[in-house]
């Protein structure tokens, strides 16, 4: 996806006398520049998108336990595709038909299976859990990923990255605490949803080196709302505008997490951001207070601040390994 900024340009003219004073040099600020640093590819540019990964899915998160009260969590992730949907066909649609066009059909298909899956675990269990402790179970995530990008992707994991990977783990587990009352079945559900996650994550990952970004938006939203039509009509109750408005921003979510996902996949190795899906744990914990009233307890705070310090040393570890390599 290409962003497009015109160029805007500042002139300081010096206001000294007499006439022969040298004159102020113009000042030029280059928008087009600046936005184009977000294109490009680098681990910086692959840990911003990975951020904005995890804040607009804490983001949605909210929106679909806000919906789930008053509709079916089948009909809400409906919504939530056939939304995204609508918003991308006017991209595709201003190209022609060249991005309708695809190489990879099947794989299409299969990211869209993994993809209702994943969401739909997600919205049941987000009705479920606190929005922190759901949350947390969904972090499990890079631990699916990381054997399955070394597997698949054929991507080497060295130790710093191993390291930073269980830093992270271990806060997940003080905050877990294993063999307390979370442990309940139903927490099995966002750890399905957490595998699921990656599965598509690698996918996506294979195909953004063929396909074009706006492709994928289009095929994955397609795909998910074919599946989930049938089972929506089955629950279908009328919403209410106010539930259109939040089910529209949800759909629209959904294609900024896909962006996003992209556009961190094609900067830099996608093991290298698995520390970064911690980040939105803290999004989550800040959210839930101020919307929902939730107050994470000194034991989370103690998990947290494991969390943060892995993705500081991961960070801080591929910035010397990227200045070593430009030396």
Not at 261 to 288: D, K, N
Not at 305 to 317: D, L, M, Q, V
Request: hydrophobic share 55%; net charge positive.
């Amino acid at each position: 996806m290409t962003i497009r900024s015109s160029q805007s340009v500042q002139r300081i003219e010096s206001l000294a006398e007499p006439i022969d004073h040298p004159s102020v040099p113009s000042v030029h600020f280059d928008a087009s520049g600046f936005f184009s640093w977000f294109m490009r590819k680098g681990y910086p540019q692959g840990a911003f998108w990975a951020v904005m990964i995890t804040l607009v899915s804490v983001t949605n998160d909210i929106l679909m336990r806000l919906l789930g009260a008053g509709l079916d969590v089948i009909q809400v992730f409906f919504f939530r595709f056939f939304f995204g949907i609508l918003a991308i066909i006017p991209l595709m649609a201003s190209h022609g038909t060249t991005l309708f066009k695809t190489s990879r059909p099947w794989m299409h298909f299969w990211r869209a299976i993994l993809g209702v899956g994943a969401i739909g675990g997600a919205c049941y269990s987000v009705n479920l859990l606190p929005l922190s402790d759901n949350t947390i179970i969904m972090s499990s995530q890079p631990f699916f990923f990381l054997p399955l990008a070394v597997l698949f992707l054929k991507e080497r994991v060295d130790l710093s990255r191993w390291i930073a990977i269980l830093i992270g783990f271990t806060g997940l587990l003080i905050m877990f605490q294993p063999g307390a009352e979370a442990l309940r079945m139903v927490a099995l559900v966002p750890i399905a949803a957490a595998f699921l996650f990656a599965l598509s994550d690698v996918v996506a990952k294979k195909m953004v080196v063929t396909e074009n970004t706006q492709t994928m938006l289009f095929y994955f939203s397609a795909g998910t709302t074919l599946i989930t039509l049938i089972p929506a009509i089955l629950v279908w109750k009328m919403p209410s505008w106010y539930e259109l408005g939040l089910l529209a921003l949800l759909g629209v979510g959904g294609n900024l997490i896909q962006v996003c996902m992209i556009r961190a996949f094609s900067a830099t190795e996608a093991s290298a951001l698995s520390p970064f899906r911690y980040v939105e744990f803290i999004f989550a914990a800040m959210l839930g207070f101020l919307i929902f009233g939730e107050i994470p307890t000194l034991v989370t705070l103690a998990g947290a601040a494991f969390i943060i310090a892995g993705t500081a040393y991961i960070s801080y570890y591929e910035a010397q390994k990227a200045k070593n390599k430009n030396t």
